[in-house]
């Protein structure tokens, strides 16, 4: 199982349009847009998994740099998702007014 990063989509682009776009290249199994948790609106970029890691290889190689939907797709093999730290950053102090 390969699951490849598509990134540079436009905001019109479809799971189906992706899954017949990589499904020339061999089996796919889960095509995911990414959108944005609060408004619902895609965020640019997806996730294609496919059965067979050379049929996921030679899609990589065929799709990326191809045009779809009038936007130069940028593919390549996903990475692991890593934890990020906890916090966010900021302070830790307290807050007390001055007089």
């Not at 020339?24 to 959108?35: E, M, P, Q």
């Not at 619902?40 to 890691?53: A, C, I, L, S, T």
Request: hydrophobic share 35%; net charge positive.
């Amino acid at each position: 199982m390969k699951n490849i990063f598509v990134g540079n989509l436009s905001f019109g682009a479809t799971e189906d349009a992706l899954r017949t776009l990589f499904e020339a290249h061999g089996t796919v199994g889960r095509v995911n847009i990414v959108t944005d948790r609060d408004s619902g609106q895609p965020r640019g970029f997806g996730f294609v998994e496919m059965n067979n890691d050379a049929e996921g290889d030679k899609a990589i190689a065929a799709i990326n740099g191809r045009d779809l939907d009038g936007r130069t797709l940028n593919v390549n093999e996903a990475r692991p998702k890593t934890d990020r730290a906890s916090g966010g950053g900021g302070g830790g102090g307290f807050n007390r007014k001055r007089w």
